[in-house]
C-alpha cells in the first residue's frame, strides 16, 4: 500500500535559521512527489514537485527539497527561515497511474522571531 | 483569473440536512477534486473527475454525491448531513487526467461545515 509519512507535528526554528520538515513515502515504481503549504484559513498553495530528474527540486518562496530513492525520503528545505514561513506543511505522493495523491497528516511549522 | 473558487466559504447544517457545496475553475483544466480535511488526518480525496461527464470514488465516498455539471463546475452534495461530516472541504483541479499523475492540484480556499 502507498503511504507518506510526516513525523513530527509541529517544527519550531528560530527566524534566520535553517528549517528542514520532513516527509517519508511508500510507493511501488517510481514516486511522484508533493509539497504544499496551507496558511490560516487558506487553501492549499503548491510549493514544489518531483517527477524525474535531478534529486534536488527548489520550489516557490525559497524552498527546496531533496529526494532521497534509498531513504524514501523527500524532505523540506528553507536555508533561512522567516517569520512569515509559519504555516501547515502537507507532502503528497502520487498514487499509482492516476493524479489521485496521498496526503501526509501535515507539520505545522512555527518560526519564531 | 480567480483560479478555484468555492460557495460557500462557512455553512452550519442540522443533521438529516441536505446542501450542495459549488466549485468552479477558471483555468480551463480537466480535473476535478474534491477532499475533506480533518484535524491529524490529512485530506483525503472524497469523490473526483477525470474529465467533463465522468466521476468516480477517492477514498471516502459515503454519505456524498457529486455532479461535474460543465468543465468549469463540480459540485458536492450531502444528502443528508451527520455530525461525522463536519470538516473542512476543499475542491481542486489539474490540467490533465490521462495518466499524468504528476499534474499539479489547484486548491479553492476551502469550506467550511458545521453539522450539528
Partial sequence: AQSVAQPEDQVNVAEGNPLTVKCTYSVSGNPYLFWYVQYPNRGLQFLLKYITGDNLVKGSYGFEAEFNKSQTSFHLKKPSALVSDSALYFCAVGRGATNKLIFGTGTLLAVQP | ?116
Wanted: glycine content about 8%; aromatic content about 12%; proline content about 4%.
Fill in chain 2, 1 to 116: 483569473n480567480a483560479g478555484v473558487t468555492q460557495t460557500p466559504k462557512f455553512q452550519v447544517l442540522k443533521t438529516g440536512q441536505s446542501m450542495t457545496l459549488q466549485c468552479a475553475q477558471d483555468m480551463n483544466h480537466n480535473s476535478m477534486y474534491w477532499y475533506r480535511q480533518d484535524p491529524g488526518m490529512g485530506l483525503r480525496l472524497i469523490y473526483y473527475s477525470a474529465s467533463e461527464g465522468t466521476t468516480d470514488k477517492g477514498e471516502v465516498p459515503n454519505g456524498y454525491n457529486v455532479s461535474r455539471l460543465n468543465k468549469r463546475e463540480f459540485s458536492l452534495r450531502l444528502e443528508s448531513a451527520a455530525p461525522s461530516q463536519t470538516s473542512v472541504y476543499f475542491c481542486a483541479s489539474s490540467e490533465s487526467y490521462s495518466g499524468r499523475f504528476q499534474e499539479t492540484q489547484y486548491f479553492g480556499p476551502g469550506t467550511r461545515l458545521l453539522v450539528l
